[in-house]
Every structure is written in structure tokens, then in C-alpha cells.
């Protein structure tokens, strides 16, 4: 059974920074393609950030482009998320997630992704 574990969210003022972390366990990590997802209240979950399994190819959803950044440590099994010049809009709780597919090129759709952290609230105040 995987498991995944958040950390890092909180509360910061309009233009700071956070870095989330998720740290995996249960299989051979650096085989599997990771995403970032947000959801807001009211909203089904979407897509923030998605790295390769094996770390060459990221992909961002416009709003966050320019501001965030994926990347991932196969030796601590470990994916983050940097996430730079906050803003209120990006107030939600975020989830890391694992494709279930071993190792995908592409980017799978969200219904691929077969493991699900906790989530982990991130605060932007104005």
C-alpha cells in the first residue's frame, strides 16, 4: 500500500513563499510519474503541477507558471512543491498524488492517479 504524506502548508501574507513536501512510501517511488493538486472550497480538485517519473518533464497550470516549481528527490522518495509570490487566490487544500501507471511518459488524466496524500491547507492572506 503507498502512502503519502503532506507537510509544509500554513499561513503567509500576499507575495511570500511556502514549499509543500510529500513524502511517499509503499513501492519503487522513482518509477512513478507525481502530481500537485489544489482544491477550493466548493470546487473539484485540479491540477497544479505534474513531474515525470523520471524528473525531465514538469507541467504547470497557467496560473501558477512563473510562480511555482515541482521537483522531486528519488533518494528521499520525496516530491515538493516551491511555491513563490503568493496570492490570496491560491488559498486551498493541496494533495500530492501518484499515477498509477509505471513509468509514464505522458501526463495522465486525474483519474489515473491512484494514491492521495491528506492534504495540506495553505493560507495566503491579503
Known amino acids: 500500500q503507498v502512502q503519502l504524506v503532506e507537510s509544509g502548508g500554513g499561513l503567509v501574507h500576499s507575495g511570500g513563499s511556502l514549499r509543500l513536501s510529500c513524502a511517499a512510501s509503499?513501492?519503487?517511488?522513482?518509477?512513478?510519474?507525481m502530481g500537485w493538486f489544489r482544491q477550493f472550497p466548493g470546487k473539484e480538485r485540479e491540477l497544479v503541477a505534474h513531474?515525470?517519473?523520471?524528473?525531465?518533464?514538469?507541467t504547470y497550470v497557467d496560473s501558477v507558471k512563473g510562480r511555482f516549481t515541482i521537483s522531486r528527490d528519488n533518494a528521499k522518495n520525496t516530491v515538493y512543491l516551491q511555491m513563490n509570490s503568493l496570492k490570496p487566490e491560491d488559498t486551498a487544500v493541496y494533495y500530492c498524488?501518484?499515477?498509477?501507471?509505471?513509468?509514464?511518459?505522458?501526463?495522465?488524466?486525474?483519474?489515473?492517479?491512484?494514491?492521495w496524500g491528506q492534504g495540506t491547507q495553505v493560507t495566503v492572506s491579503s
Open positions: 509503499g513501492r519503487s517511488f522513482s518509477d512513478y510519474g
Open positions: 513531474i515525470r517519473w523520471d524528473g525531465t518533464k514538469t
Open positions: 498524488a501518484a499515477d498509477r501507471s509505471w513509468r509514464r511518459y505522458a501526463m495522465p488524466p486525474i483519474q489515473e492517479y491512484n494514491y
